[in-house]
């Protein structure tokens, strides 16, 4: 199984980016998949995941802000982030659950105006 984030960049305060984490296997039989972010010097913290039932947790930090979602077809899990803040700068990496944790090489955002 093999994760690829795409859509990290540099952005500005308040402003929107999107990111996407394509799973070469199917995501119908895992039972979870999601984001975590690591900023500079922090450890590793959940930001979002969504169960194979579809039940959705999300960090308190971001509750409002983030939105996270997925395509089964496609394989794919989205998460929206709107109103960006500085604190949110991080390396995000998705990670799937398949009884086994596998992880992308993550995708950088930083936010900075």
């Known amino acids: 199984v093999q994760l690829v984030e795409s859509g990290g960049g540099l952005v500005q305060p308040r402003c929107s980016l999107i990111l996407s984490c394509a799973v070469t296997?199917?995501?119908?039989?895992?039972?979870?998949i999601g984001w975590y972010r690591q900023a500079s010097g922090k450890q590793r913290q959940l930001v979002a995941s969504?169960?194979?039932?579809?039940?959705?947790n999300a960090a308190d930090s971001v509750n409002g802000r983030f939105t996270i979602s997925r395509d089964n077809p496609k394989n794919t899990v989205y998460l929206q982030m709107n109103s960006l803040k500085p604190e949110d700068t991080a390396i995000y990496y998705c990670y799937a659950d398949y009884g086994i944790h596998y992880w992308g090489k993550g995708t950088a955002v930083t936010v900075s105006s």
């Open positions: 969504i169960t194979r039932g579809g039940n959705i």
């Open positions: 296997g199917s995501i119908l039989s895992l039972n979870a």
